[in-house]
């Protein structure tokens, strides 16, 4: 007899309860059934807000409604938003004098004609005032103001919001007329491209489930139409009811 078989007598047989039969046919799985929602990843939902604040005067967005990234979607009107390119541009300009009074005191301090005293002073309201100018140009292009284009000639009064996605509009927190705070959600956008299935598995079953396996999933709606997906994780928390969701 091989090294790697082993024979059993019929008492060995019985004693173990082995039982011998034909091959036949049968099912070695057991269905699964569960049932949850659609749902979009985080990622691809955006809430749109104002960072100064300030009153809304035109908007057409209603729920539903089909959005490109880039789209104006509401214009924003505040004092506020005319006191920012003010002070930009008054910043803007002194900064231009300081630069030009701390390039002439660097050159007077080479040949000693102006103590180093008055060429740091010079220095350090150059360097000042250049970091106020570089402030209020980054809250400038936060609002959507290019201020390299801006002059004392096109100073408004009221910006654009631009769609920062392509979608579909999920919901409106405004009206027209409304002040809206920085911290206000306006508007709140979806981008149904990847759309993920968040279903509801109870402890018992959880053993049966693995990301990488493949399921079937068919819609209340069309309970005919058949999809195919993929388990990608499942969530190591147990709810009150003892069930853990598999997306």
Do not use: C, W
Request: neutral net charge; glycine residues 6%.
């Amino acid at each position: 007899v091989p090294d790697n078989v082993v024979l059993l007598t019929d008492a060995e047989m019985k004693l173990a309860g082995i039982e011998v039969g034909q091959p036949e046919k049968g099912s070695a799985t057991t269905i699964l059934k569960v049932s949850g929602l659609i749902d979009v990843p985080p990622q691809h939902i955006v809430s749109v807000s104002f960072p100064m604040g300030g009153y809304l005067v035109n908007s057409k967005l209603m729920p539903g409604m089909k959005v490109q990234k880039g789209q104006a979607i509401a214009e924003m009107q505040d004092g506020a938003i005319i006191q920012l390119q003010q002070d930009y541009l008054v910043a803007r300009a002194k900064t231009h004098f300081l630069k030009k009074e701390y390039e002439r005191q660097k050159e007077l301090n080479t040949t000693k004609t102006t103590s180093d005293k008055v060429f740091e002073q010079t220095e350090s309201e150059y360097r000042t005032q250049s970091i106020l100018m570089n402030s209020l140009r980054e809250r400038l292009r936060l609002i959507g103001i290019n201020p390299a284009a801006l002059n004392e000639n096109n100073i408004r009064r009221s910006v654009m919001i631009y769609a920062p996605i392509s979608g579909y509009v999920s919901a409106v927190h405004v009206n027209i007329g409304k002040y809206v705070n920085p911290s206000d959600v306006l508007f709140e956008l979806i981008n149904p491209k990847d759309v993920v299935l968040s279903l509801k598995a109870f402890e018992k079953d959880l053993p049966h489930l693995q990301p990488g396996q493949n399921i079937k999933v068919t819609l209340v709606n069309q309970p005919e139409k058949i999809y195919e997906a993929q388990i990608s994780l499942i969530s190591k928390n147990l709810h009150n009811d003892r069930s853990a969701q598999v997306h």
